[in-house]
C-alpha cells in the first residue's frame, strides 16, 4: 500500500491527487506553499472547472517522477490496464487513470447505477484479496480511499459508456526521494503579489502555451459574487466547488504565513488576520450547502456580502504578507553577502 493523506486542498481531483501523495512527506511542504496561489475564474457558463487553482502542469513536482500513457496506446498493445496497475504499484506508481465509476464499488454512479467517467488515483494492491486501494470522492462525495476488485477496474477502464468524456490519459507517479526545492521567500512574495493584483500568470509560459483567457486572482471576486448572487436570488445552482476552492486557497494562505513566521519573517500583524478569513471562508462554504438544500434569501442577505467582507480583508492583509516575505529575504541576502574589508583594517 503506497501512502496518502487528506491535502490540504482536494477540490478537484487532478490536483488533489498529487498532493495527497506530498502530504505523507514533510520535505515537499514548502514546495507546496510555493504553488497553490494564483487563482482563474473562466467566465464561460459551460466551463467543467470554472474556479481553480492556476499551476501550468499539475502533474509537474520535484518530489515527483512521472510517466504519462494514453488509453488508445495500452488498449491497441491489449494491455489488461488491471496487470498494468498491478506492475506498477508493486514499482511503486501511483496509477491516475480515467474510469467509469458506474462499475466502482463506493461510488455514487455506481449506487445510482449510471455512467460517470471520472479519474481515480490506484494507490494499492492487495493480491490476497483481489483488490486495489483507489483514492476519490466516495458515494458521500467524501475525499477517502476505498477498495474495489481488481476485475472492476478493467471493466471500468473498458466500458465507458456511450456520453463523450475528458480522457486524462494515465500518469504515473512516484515519490522521488531525492527531491531538493527550498523555500524561495522573494519568489512567494512576487506569486503572492500576483494573486493580489490580478496579473495573468499564465503569461510566464507565453513561450509554449497561448496565456489563458481568465479573471486572475483578487480579480475573480467579482464574477464570484455575482454567480453567489445569481444562485441567493434563485437564479441558477451554485457550485460548491467554488467556494471549496475559496477556502482552500485561504487555508493555504494562512500555512504560507505560518511557515514564513517559523522561518523568521515579520508576519505576526498579519496571521491572525489571515486565520479569522479562512474561518470565513468555511463559513461561507457551510452557508452555501444550507441553502441548496433549503431557502436562498438569507443566504443572498448574508452569504454574499460575507463574501465581500473576505475579499475586503484579504486585500487590506496580503501586503503585509508580501512586505513581511520580502524583508526576509532582504536579509537573508544581507547575511549572505561577504563582509567588505574597511580601508583602516588593511
Same mark, same amino acid.
Given at each position: 500500500m503506497l501512502p496518502v493523506a487528506t491535502p490540504l486542498a482536494y477540490a478537484y481531483q487532478f490536483y488533489a491527487f498529487p498532493l495527497a501523495i506530498l502530504a505523507e512527506?514533510? &520535505?515537499?511542504?514548502?514546495?507546496? /506553499?510555493?504553488?497553490?496561489?494564483? %487563482?482563474?475564474y473562466d467566465t464561460d457558463p459551460g466551463s467543467p472547472v470554472p474556479f481553480c487553482f492556476y499551476v501550468d502542469d499539475f502533474t509537474r513536482s520535484p518530489w515527483l517522477e512521472t510517466q504519462r500513457l494514453t488509453r488508445e496506446w495500452c488498449l491497441r498493445r491489449g494491455d489488461r490496464i488491471d496487470a498494468l496497475v498491478r506492475d506498477a504499484v508493486r514499482d511503486g506508481w501511483y496509477v491516475y487513470l480515467t474510469v467509469n465509476e458506474r462499475y !466502482?464499488? &463506493?461510488?455514487?454512479?455506481?449506487?445510482?447505477?449510471?455512467?460517470?467517467?471520472?479519474d481515480v488515483l490506484v494507490h494499492g494492491c492487495d493480491d490476497d484479496t483481489d483488490t486495489f486501494a483507489i483514492l476519490g470522492y466516495d458515494e458521500d462525495q467524501m475525499f477517502r480511499a476505498t477498495t474495489a476488485p481488481q476485475e472492476s477496474l478493467r471493466t471500468a477502464f473498458e466500458a465507458m459508456g456511450d456520453r463523450p468524456f475528458h480522457d486524462t490519459g494515465i500518469v504515473l507517479y512516484r515519490y522521488d526521494e531525492t527531491g531538493h526545492y527550498p523555500l524561495d521567500v522573494a519568489h512567494l512574495a512576487d506569486a503572492i503579489e500576483e494573486y493580489a493584483t490580478g496579473a495573468n500568470t499564465s503569461r510566464h509560459?507565453?513561450?509554449?502555451?497561448?496565456?489563458?483567457?481568465?479573471?486572475?486572482?483578487? &480579480?475573480?471576486?467579482?464574477?464570484? %459574487?455575482?454567480?453567489?448572487?445569481?444562485?441567493?436570488?434563485?437564479?441558477?445552482? #451554485?457550485? !460548491?466547488?467554488?467556494?471549496?476552492? $475559496?477556502?482552500?486557497?485561504?487555508?493555504?494562505?494562512?500555512?504560507?504565513?505560518?511557515? #514564513?513566521?517559523? $522561518?523568521?519573517?515579520?508576519?505576526?500583524?498579519?496571521?491572525?488576520?489571515l486565520r479569522r478569513v479562512e474561518r470565513q471562508a468555511w463559513v461561507l462554504r457551510t452557508m452555501v450547502l444550507d441553502a441548496m438544500e433549503g431557502e436562498r434569501d438569507r443566504f443572498r442577505s448574508e452569504g454574499?456580502?460575507?463574501? %465581500?467582507?473576505? #475579499?475586503?480583508?484579504?486585500?487590506?492583509? /496580503?501586503?503585509? /504578507?508580501i512586505s513581511g516575505l520580502r524583508g526576509l529575504g532582504t536579509r537573508r541576502e544581507a547575511l549572505a553577502v561577504p563582509a567588505v574589508a574597511h580601508q583602516e583594517d588593511l
Open positions: 512527506r514533510e &520535505r515537499s511542504r514548502d514546495w507546496v /506553499l510555493s504553488n497553490y496561489v494564483q %487563482t482563474a !466502482i464499488p &463506493r461510488r455514487r454512479a455506481y449506487v445510482e447505477d449510471v455512467d460517470y467517467p471520472h509560459h507565453a513561450d509554449c502555451t497561448v496565456p489563458l483567457d481568465r479573471v486572475w486572482g483578487a &480579480r475573480g471576486y467579482e464574477p464570484l %459574487t455575482e454567480h453567489l448572487d445569481a444562485f441567493g436570488a434563485g437564479r441558477g445552482e #451554485a457550485n !460548491i466547488l467554488d467556494v471549496q476552492v $475559496l477556502w482552500e486557497h485561504k487555508r493555504l494562505m494562512v500555512a504560507r504565513a505560518e511557515r #514564513a513566521e517559523e $522561518l523568521g519573517a515579520e508576519v505576526d500583524h498579519v496571521l491572525g488576520g454574499v456580502p460575507l463574501l %465581500t467582507e473576505i #475579499a475586503e480583508s484579504e486585500r487590506s492583509l /496580503l501586503p503585509g /504578507l
